[in-house]
T-cell receptor, first 114, second 113 residues
Framework: DQQVKQNSPSLSVQEGRISILNCDYTNSMFDYFLWYKKYPAEGPTFLISISSIKDKNEDGRFTVFLNKSAKHLSLHIVPSQPGDSAVYFCAARGPAGNNRKLIWGLGTSLAVNP | IAGITQAPTSQILAAGRRMTLRCTQDMRHNAMYWYRQDLGLGLRLIHYSNTAGTTGKGEVPDGYSVSRANTDDFPLTLASAVPSQTSVYFC????????????FGSGTRLTVV
């Protein structure tokens, strides 16, 4: 049973436009959410995170929004650049007592077209 | 450069053979993890270690074993490889609190034939 769901396996966006990647979760005990970016033949790298006590966190072109009532978060990339083409993983931190291990979504492959 | 080193980067292995994937970190992170990544299945946790001397099973532990003799090293062993273990394996480490501190290695691409 997937506790963190990224329902769009892929997304294609024009350069300069906004990319919106979505993530849904089922466990209301998750208290911290993270986005990782992965290029081919490399390991995932941390991109941005948000605590459950906030609804928005911004870092340059990247903004993460959290809607706790809907158990939904999204990553906005504005403006999108070809170098943003990668697989993006959403992850949630497990509740206390679970070693705080991250629970991962299956990823969304983003293609930014020039 | 601080980070995680995985070796080998790729390997073709005959079914039934034993193989150890190596993982070393120099960040003094308490927790370490082994994941496999397969198309359409995302990152699946194989085994983890909260601290040196302890290990635990993840989602897909069968056919794999780990040890954590010290803080820096976390080898993953396939005792008798099978073709279904063909995958890309990632080692990661963190301070153990999950607040964005996961650092991943570059991966080992393993093909079992």
């Amino acid at each position: 049973d997937q506790q963190v769901k990224q329902n769009s396996p892929s997304l294609s966006v024009q350069e300069g436009r906004i990319s919106i990647l979505n993530c849904d979760y089922t466990n209301s005990m998750f208290d911290y959410f993270l986005w990782y970016k992965k290029y081919p033949a490399e390991g995932p790298t941390f991109l941005i995170s948000i605590s459950s006590i906030k609804d928005k966190n911004e870092d340059g072109r990247f903004t993460v929004f959290l809607n706790k009532s809907a158990k939904h978060l999204s990553l906005h990339i504005v403006p999108s650049q070809p170098g943003d083409s990668a697989v993006y993983f959403c992850a949630a931190r497990g509740p206390a007592g679970n070693n705080r291990k991250l629970i991962w979504g299956l990823g969304t492959s983003l293609a930014v077209n020039p | 450069i601080a980070g995680i080193t995985q070796a080998p980067t790729s390997q073709i292995l005959a079914a039934g053979r034993r193989m150890t994937l190596r993982c070393t970190q120099d960040m003094r992170h308490n927790a370490m993890y082994w994941y496999r990544q397969d198309l359409g299945l995302g990152l699946r946790l194989i085994h983890y270690s909260n601290t040196a001397g302890t290990t635990g099973k993840g989602e897909v532990p069968d056919g794999y074993s780990v040890s954590r003799a010290n803080t820096d090293d976390f080898p993953l062993t396939l005792a008798s490889a099978v073709p279904s273990q063909t995958s890309v394996y990632f080692c990661a480490s963190s301070h153990g609190q999950g607040t964005g501190g996961y650092t991943f290695g570059s991966g080992t691409r393993l093909t079992v034939v």
